[in-house]
């Protein structure tokens, strides 16, 4: 029986079956509500396509025929408000299934999702909706949620709508999809109309909305067949918030592409052992987190856990400390594959299930795309040196997958693709075997005396001491050597920051790593700062250290 995805997607081998090149169709009027999930619900439609764990421990499946017939409804419901094409609508839902709902009624809406972090402040919500132009808010009442979209909506006639518990004079969105009809007839939209809005930190500035279109989904398709592994019936996690880019690589598109099942924990908080047991219960097949996920997955006794289903692990967003990925290997025989990607794009780098790399590498650069680092002169660079990783158009058009404007900012969309390739602005080097290795964003990378220093790399090194939970490696303003390699340090418990410990976590980077990366200063501290997706933010540490450097 031929799958969906082979009508938009195919694989070009080598004759030892490796994957050297991709090939993709995107119908003109392709839609991937109607063309995979609806597909689905007909072909397959006692189908499980979704798994929900709720705060309450509560579980509910919902099949391919439930995922249409709901948000066929809540296509109507919005419509009814006045909702159209190319209308944006805020999610601001966490991990209620009611996102999957909404998401997939905005597609066949033809309207535009923008999915958004429950982190963001009123003030945020504000200068988002107002940015891109919203006409709803859908959120949960949860975590004081509602009162931020109350503040940040008021005086405006953006419709506010509320999943879950009511709240105040808010619409709500489970009434209004029980009362709307199932009957739905597809709303014509086209390839590339815009389909997502995803705002994103820059290095300066109000954060910015990348725009992606209809072709998005179909190059998620190598995400969850070579890199999670996910196939047809499978039960595939990922750790993200739906505000998330992340949800889109595994929570939703490709995944179902493949005709696997999404799981969603929803949980207030992080519990290594609950989401574990989870893992064992729920038989999860495929999985990808975070680095910090695994950091504690590894302080747990796995041995007590059941996860003889679990045949893949992934992980992404930030670099995965060696120790941590031996260790979770030594304990349930799963490697951890590293990937890489932006909010702007697709996966862009990673090892492929079946496939190793060298210990710190992310692997290779995924069939999809031609990258090369290049340097400051926009020159590819020789193997073994660093660079800024970029994208090469193959034919000089743009590749599905990557990011196809930033709304109102034509100007920088026109920068990121200067030279006719896309910059990433992060920096790597790769090997002569075609294994990229991470140095860090181009603003992260730490000069010092003349040497470049990537955080990750001394960051990996500090994770080697037992007494280490988390890092972070940062460049501080010196007078004489322009920065120092600083390491904000979170140590375990029932380990004492002192002089002593200063000292043993520098020598090991002067062991294991060079003289010149070592921290010339440690700080141990209670908590990192992180941004609204939960990633360490080295940002916020250079910005606090450049006051208090310019007060000493």
Request: hydrophobic share 35%; glycine share 10%; net charge negative.
């Amino acid at each position: 029986m031929a799958h969906i995805y082979e009508d938009y997607y195919r694989e070009i081998t080598d004759s030892e079956g490796n994957v050297t090149g991709i090939e993709t169709r995107c119908p003109d009027n392709f839609n991937f509500a109607y063309d995979v999930l609806d597909r689905y619900a007909s072909e397959r439609p006692d189908g499980i396509a979704l798994v929900h764990r709720s705060t309450m421990g509560t579980v509910t499946r919902f099949t391919f025929a439930d995922m249409k017939r709901l948000s066929d409804k809540a296509a109507n419901a919005l419509k009814e408000l006045g909702i159209g094409p190319g209308m944006p609508v805020f999610l601001l839902l966490k991990r209620r299934y009611e996102f999957w709902i909404a998401i997939l009624a905005i597609h066949k809406l033809g309207a535009v999702a923008v999915p958004t972090s429950h982190m963001v402040s009123a003030e945020d919500i504000a200068e988002r909706t107002r940015a891109a132009g919203a006409k709803a808010v859908i959120c949960v009442n949860s975590e004081g949620i509602c009162e931020k979209v109350e503040e940040a909506l008021r005086g405006t006639d953006i419709l506010p709508i509320v999943a879950g518990e009511p709240y105040g004079t808010f619409l709500r969105f489970g009434e209004l999809t029980e009362a709307a009809s199932d009957a739905w007839k597809r709303t014509k939209t086209h390839v590339s109309d815009p389909m997502l809005y995803y705002f994103t930190s820059g290095t300066n500035g109000a954060p910015k909305a990348v725009i992606h279109d209809h072709t998005y989904p179909i190059a998620h398709i190598y995400t969850a067949k070579n890199w999670h592994g996910v196939s047809e019936g499978d039960l595939h996690l990922a750790v993200a918030d739906t505000g998330w880019a992340k949800t889109a690589w595994g929570k939703l598109y490709g995944q179902w592409f493949m005709g696997g099942a999404i799981m969603v924990f929803d949980y207030d908080r992080f519990y290594a052992g609950e989401m574990l047991k989870l893992l064992e219960e729920q038989k999860v097949n495929t999985f990808c987190a975070p680095p910090t996920i695994y950091k504690y997955f590894v302080l747990e006794d796995l041995t007590k856990y059941d996860l003889s289903h679990l045949r893949f692990a992934a992980t992404a967003g930030e670099p995965m400390p060696y120790e941590v990925a031996k260790k979770f290997k030594e304990a349930t025989g799963v490697t951890v594959r590293d990937g890489f990607g932006q909010s702007e794009t697709v996966l862009l780098i990673c090892t492929p299930v079946g496939k190793t790399a060298p210990a710190g590498s992310l692997g290779k650069a995924s069939p999809q795309f031609r990258l090369e680092l290049r340097d400051e002169d926009g020159n590819p660079v020789a193997d073994g040196e660093e660079g800024e990783i970029t994208v090469v158009p193959s034919d000089g058009k743009r590749p599905a997958g990557i990011l196809s404007g930033y709304l109102g900012d034509p100007a920088l969309y026109k920068e990121v693709w200067r030279g006719g390739v896309y910059h990433t602005g992060d920096r790597a080097r790769c090997d002569a075997d075609g294994f990229f290795y991470y140095i860090g964003r181009t603003d992260d990378v730490i000069k010092s005396s003349g040497y470049r220093i990537g955080p990750s790399e001394v960051e990996d090194l500090l994770m080697r001491s037992p007494t280490v939970k988390e890092c972070a490696v940062t460049g501080y303003p010196s007078k004489t050597r322009g920065t120092v390699v600083k390491a904000s340090v979170v140590l375990k418990d029932g380990y004492e920051g002192d002089a002593k410990l200063k000292k043993e976590l520098q020598e090991i980077v002067k062991k294991y790593g060079a003289i010149y990366k070592y921290p010339r200063i440690i700080e141990f501290v209670d908590d990192l700062p992180r941004s609204a997706s939960g990633k360490i933010s080295r940002a916020k540490i250079r910005e606090r250290d450049a006051v208090k450097a310019a007060a000493e």
